[in-house]
């Protein structure tokens, strides 16, 4: 694993988090919904990064979203460590294929979102009790897909793989 794609990777998540917790939850949440913008990220930096790398970024992003926002300790820290696995298990089936891609980052932030409001119903948080949980969910996903466009690119140009390595990392 190269250190210079994880080093990216954590500044992304760091900047991800801030971007989240003080831009999209505040500012830009149309319908009473922001994008889970951390969620995105961690994915999309997942796609550029080993398995280790990727969890590592995943607990990372999603403990300091924890310590930063208002929800119980750990609970984002977990979705996002599964999420970033995920994304890895399924990487090579859909490497190369960008409507496969932006589909698995759709279906990624649904169950990231499930697992979420899942976890933090067990825990307390009465996130189920909404009426409007699934369709938070929903739009959720379609935000992050729409940013997907934009941040996949990014994420992808600012931590190419080594081709003559033939590794990920």
């Known amino acids: 694993m190269r250190f210079r794609h994880l080093n990216i990777a954590l500044v992304l998540g760091v900047v991800a988090v801030i971007l989240q917790t003080t831009v999209f939850d505040r500012y830009l949440d149309p319908f009473g919904v922001a994008p889970d913008f951390v969620l995105l990220v961690v994915v999309a930096a997942a796609y550029q990064l080993s398995e ?27 979705v996002l460590t599964v999420a970033a696995y995920v994304t890895v298990r399924i990487r090579p089936r859909v490497e190369g294929n960008g409507a496969l891609t932006l589909a698995s980052v759709f279906v990624l932030t649904v169950g990231g979102e499930l697992l979420y409001a899942v976890l933090g119903t067990l825990f307390g948080q009465q996130v189920f009790s909404d009426v409007n949980a699934f369709k938070k969910v929903l739009l959720a996903a379609v935000y992050n897909l729409v940013l997907a466009l934009i941040v996949l690119p990014i994420t992808a140009r600012l931590m190419q793989r080594d081709p003559a390595a033939g590794v990920w990392g």
């Open 52 to 78: 280790e790398a990727a969890m590592l970024l995943g607990f990372s992003a999603g403990l300091l979203t924890d310590l930063l926002g208002n929800t119980l300790l750990g609970v984002w820290a977990l």
